[in-house]
């Protein structure tokens, strides 16, 4: 069995280290130009001519969660896409989502600003009651950032393309439900693939329908989001504020209006960070199923885009 590595983003050593003390019956090699078929690949954003060349693999793993620049590429037909399910990333996510929450919640960014001008502050208690989350995405992470949400006792609300039932969590499905979701949530998280359909699904019809005070968490994409629509409703004081990890161009470019609105945090695409050691025991587990002949989790339907 042989497995070519193509990261154009990452240091490609730790991964054939890692690989290939998982699997050291098999060829594990990083791929060059004219190298030989491999029977699966571990990539992350590899050129057109890596899939061109490698036109007989069987399986392509994807080291991220989310699959949206690897799905514009010209696939090889015999190949399933497989994305990461975790790899380490559903508790990042649900770390920081719960910190960008319980920070607006409590304040704390006000508190903060105060401290830093020497004045001693209180603010009066709010209610959990009063900021229900409504979470866009109900997959592995969408899944786990709900259940951390639902810890601290705040209402949970959930929506995704088709029907799923999530303890805990009230799930609307589907475009017909997707405007009783929005006016039902006061703190939206976005944890959306990023499809053709929802692209820019974050504008400003959407997000004004979501209660007055709304915040806005996005996590998953920069696509999602209308950078300008957002603006307008923060401006307009419909929205309280926004926590923005993903951005259409990233790194953020210098000047764009996220990087000084006082309503909005800016983080550098940190929310969760693919772990090499346990994405490298899951690939390696999925590799050995395929060879089986035996199902395995993750395999991203073409037509749906993840």
Known sequence: MRITVCLTESK????????RAALPEAIVEEWAPGAPQ?????????????LDEQSRLKGIFNIGAGVDALMKLKLPASAKVVRIDDGGMAVQMAEFVCHALIRHFRELDCYEDDVRHGAWSYRRPRQRVEFPVGIMGLG???????????????PVLGWSRTPKTVPGVRCYAGQEQFDAFQAATRVLVCLLP???????????????RLMPGGYVINVARGAHLVDDDLIALLDSGHLAGAALDVFRTEPLPEGHPFWRHPK?????????RTLREESIAQITGKILALERGEPIAGVVDPTRGY
């Open 12 to 19: 490609p050593a730790p991964w054939l280290q890692g690989l």
């Open 38 to 50: 491999a029977d699966h690949a571990v990539v992350w954003a590899p050129p057109q001519q890596f």
């Open 140 to 154: 592995v992470l969408g899944e786990r950032v709900a259940q951390a949400v639902a810890h601290f006792e705040f």
């Open 194 to 208: 990023l499809t053709p359909e929802t692209q820019d699904i974050m504008n400003a019809r959407s997000l004004s």
């Open 264 to 272: 909005i945090t800016v983080t550098p695409h940190t929310s969760a």
